[in-house]
């Protein structure tokens, strides 16, 4: 990530359509450069949030936008695994686009406030582990689990309503989509000694739909089509510099949440 800026800023200099990994930069004041640069020159600026190209996570929007889960309440991300631990900046800066990406796709209220932790192991002053929360204004929570230190791996959704939940699997050789429809029950109207009784309400979730075929383009290959045809059609792409600069404000709200001690930091309203 140290390098996107950089690099991304000499191709625009020699005039390029440009493709950036996530993030866009490591600074906000970076990428609002780049973004500015690639439009006084007329090109496009690509930012590679790969899912935001999946046609699963699109299958999971439909959900949502459709109401098949009811009111949203709640979602998880969880980005977890070994393999590769990068030694220039830690999981938050690496992984996190990816899922604040897809949490701003699926839910279009303005973010309130973020709060961070993040947790060091294997490296000195680079972390490994990262727990943030995020709240809507309109009540909506949502929580990202991150790890480059955890034995199984995923890359996981789950969107939480009030009439069920959607799972998404977003490893690409493991792709799924999962719907569970919930079975609520009512809370108790007795009391005995001031206790309810019973003192529980009955809950259960049962699969009522598995998506497991996507087609046969790659997300990738889906987001390397788009690139291009965005180029041809002189048109902004779904991952566009502007957009990503979204997910660059709530990236240093939560560093800085995380620098002080994890507190909520009110995201900015360039939101």
Not at 136 to 148: D, H, K, P, Q, V
Not at 246 to 271: F, M, N, T, Y
Request: glycine content about 8%; some cysteine; proline content about 6%.
């Amino acid at each position: 990530p140290s390098l996107h800026y950089p690099v991304a800023k000499e191709a625009l200099l020699a005039k390029k359509h440009t493709w950036v990994e996530k993030p866009l930069a490591m600074q906000i004041k970076e990428g609002e450069e780049l973004v500015q640069l690639a439009k006084k020159e007329g090109l496009v600026i690509f930012v590679d949030e790969t899912f935001l190209y999946d046609p699963a996570l699109r299958i999971v929007k439909e959900m949502v936008d459709s109401g098949r889960v009811g009111e949203v309440y709640h979602l998880l991300f969880q980005r977890l695994g070994m393999g590769r631990v990068r030694c220039d900046s830690n999981v938050w800066w690496n992984s996190a686009p990816h899922d604040l990406s897809i949490l701003r796709y699926l839910v279009s209220s303005p973010i309130n406030n973020i709060s961070l932790r993040n947790f060091g192991y294997l490296q000195k002053d680079i972390e490994d582990v990262s727990w943030a929360s995020l709240e809507f204004e309109n009540g909506i929570s949502a929580g990202i689990y991150l790890s480059w230190f955890y034995p199984l791996s995923t890359a996981s959704v789950t969107v939480i309503g009030s009439k069920g939940a959607i799972h998404y699997e977003g490893r690409f050789q493991a792709r799924k989509v999962r719907f569970y429809k919930f079975n609520l029950g009512s809370p108790p109207e007795k009391k005995v000694n001031g206790v309810p009784s019973p003192n529980f309400i009955p809950i259960s979730a049962k699969v009522e739909e598995e998506i497991t075929d996507f087609g046969k383009l790659t997300p990738l290959e889906i987001a390397c089509q788009h690139f291009l045809r965005c180029i041809k059609e002189k048109k902004d792409p779904i991952s566009s510099g502007q957009n990503s600069l979204k997910v660059l404000r709530l990236l240093e709200a939560g560093e800085i949440s995380s620098q002080k001690g994890g507190i909520p930091i009110k995201v900015a309203e360039e939101w």
